[in-house]
């Protein structure tokens, strides 16, 4: 795993300032990065700031190269990395994306890393079945591959248009709740993911793991959280957010990560030292099917994780995916073209 460097240091160099949580930033913050801020002070981001920055931050600079030729798709957008994401997200992202080459990603990782739905060419269009209207579809409809597994008879599905000449997401926040959300209900959890991601789930509805997702802070399994603006980091500019409803926890295995245990699995699977860890595995851990806790919020300073605000609940079982799966009531396709 390449070693991140510190946002102080990217200050000192000739690199474009990156946007980081809890550092004063050095000037006025540009409006590249002011449309990935919150007006209401809670921000969601650790970085927000051009790729090539990003990727000096996360020593894998010798990706800039494929924002330099223009034979590749990738440019010097600016984008924001969640708090709580595993090292390298930036890059797996724009790997799903189809910006980075399977080739580059097998030297990053030292180890062949092959394309998953991303190779297929529809996976990064929106369904064109889809309107800005919801509307119940099967989910053999939207995804033609997809196994019917546990899901709904139906699931409503719509496209929206990203607000605003910079696509400003607390604009887009505010515009999904009022627009989609508010008519919902309560009880709801959002995932954020890529376009060719959900394709894939749709078939096999199970998280992919391999060596770019093992870092995830709860280890592997499927991600939700409470908090849509989470879901909208994890999304980006051009993902889909998925929106489970009143998921039937009762039968399942449960464990609420809290004080010493989330201490511990987090610093596990984040690759910090753990001292006699076979001792201070969470209880039921070898029979659960969800996991629950707070998103951890990282201290640039220290280097330490801190459970943050807002909680997120994972399944890590076949019995927890289902329960996901079943629970499945809408999903959203953003659009940020103009």
């Given at each position: 795993?390449?070693?991140?460097?510190?946002?102080?240091?990217?200050?000192?160099?000739?690199?474009?300032?990156?946007?980081?949580?809890?550092?004063?930033?050095?000037?006025?913050?540009?409006?590249e990065?002011?449309?990935?801020?919150?007006?209401?002070?809670?921000?969601?981001?650790l970085?927000?700031?051009?790729?090539?920055?990003?990727?000096w931050?996360?020593?894998?600079?010798?990706?800039?190269?494929?924002?330099?030729?223009?034979a590749?798709?990738?440019?010097?957008?600016?984008?924001?990395?969640?708090?709580?994401?595993p090292?390298?997200?930036?890059?797996?992202?724009?790997?799903?994306?189809?910006?980075?080459?399977?080739?580059?990603?097998?030297?990053?990782?030292?180890?062949p890393?092959r394309?998953?739905?991303?190779?297929?060419?529809?996976?990064?269009?929106?369904?064109?079945?889809?309107?800005?209207?919801?509307?119940?579809?099967?989910?053999?409809?939207?995804?033609?591959?997809?196994?019917?597994?546990?899901?709904?008879?139906?699931?409503?599905?719509?496209?929206?248009?990203?607000?605003?000449?910079?696509?400003?997401?607390?604009?887009?926040?505010?515009?999904?709740?009022?627009?989609?959300?508010?008519?919902?209900?309560?009880?709801?959890?959002?995932?954020?993911?890529?376009?060719?991601?959900?394709?894939?789930?749709?078939?096999?509805?199970?998280?992919?793991?391999?060596?770019?997702t093992?870092?995830?802070?709860?280890?592997?399994?499927?991600?939700?959280?409470?908090?849509?603006k989470?879901?909208?980091?994890?999304?980006?500019?051009?993902?889909?957010?998925?929106?489970?409803?009143?998921?039937?926890?009762?039968?399942?295995?449960?464990?609420?990560?809290?004080?010493?245990?989330?201490?511990?699995?987090?610093?596990?699977?984040?690759?910090?030292?753990?001292?006699n860890?076979?001792?201070?595995?969470?209880?039921?851990?070898?029979?659960?099917?969800?996991?629950?806790?707070?998103?951890?919020v990282?201290?640039?300073?220290?280097?330490?994780?801190?459970?943050?605000?807002?909680?997120?609940?994972?399944?890590?079982s076949?019995?927890?995916?289902?329960?996901?799966?079943?629970?499945?009531?809408?999903?959203?396709?953003?659009?940020?073209?103009?």
């Open positions: 795993m390449r070693d991140e460097r510190d946002i102080l240091d990217l200050y000192a160099t000739d690199y474009q300032p990156v946007w980081a949580a809890g550092i004063e930033f050095p000037g006025v913050i540009p409006e990065i002011s449309q990935y801020l919150y007006e209401d002070g809670e921000q969601v981001s970085f927000i700031g051009p790729l090539s920055s990003l990727f931050l996360e020593g894998v600079e010798e990706l800039e190269e494929l924002i330099r030729d223009p590749y798709v990738l440019t010097d957008e600016y984008r924001s990395i969640p708090q709580g994401s090292r390298l997200w930036i890059v797996s992202i724009l790997f799903e994306e189809g910006k980075i080459p399977a080739t580059f990603m097998d030297k990053i990782y030292e180890e890393v394309r998953q739905a991303s190779a297929l060419s529809y996976a990064s269009s929106i369904p064109p079945n889809l309107t800005t209207t919801p509307t119940q579809n099967r989910i053999q409809d939207v995804f033609p591959f997809a196994r019917l597994q546990s899901f709904p008879p139906t699931i409503s599905c719509v496209k929206t248009k990203l607000k605003g000449k910079k696509n400003n997401r607390d604009e887009n926040y505010v515009d999904l709740m009022n627009t989609f959300i508010n008519s919902l209900g309560g009880n709801l959890l959002y995932k954020g993911l890529s376009r060719p991601s959900i394709v894939s789930l749709a078939s096999l509805f199970a998280p992919l793991v391999s060596s770019y093992l870092q995830n802070e709860f280890g592997p399994g499927l991600y939700a959280t409470s908090s849509l989470y879901a909208l980091d994890y999304a980006g500019p051009d993902g889909v957010i998925l929106i489970f409803k009143d998921v039937d926890f009762r039968p399942l295995v449960k464990i609420d990560l809290a004080g010493e245990d989330w201490r511990t699995t987090v610093d596990y699977w984040t690759g910090a030292t753990v001292s860890v076979s001792e201070r595995v969470p209880a039921l851990w070898e029979r659960s099917d969800i996991l629950q806790g707070q998103i951890s990282k201290d640039l300073r220290s280097k330490q994780r801190v459970p943050g605000p807002d909680s997120q609940v994972v399944g890590v076949y019995a927890g995916l289902n329960a996901f799966a079943s629970a499945l009531h809408m999903i959203i396709w953003l659009d940020s073209s103009r």
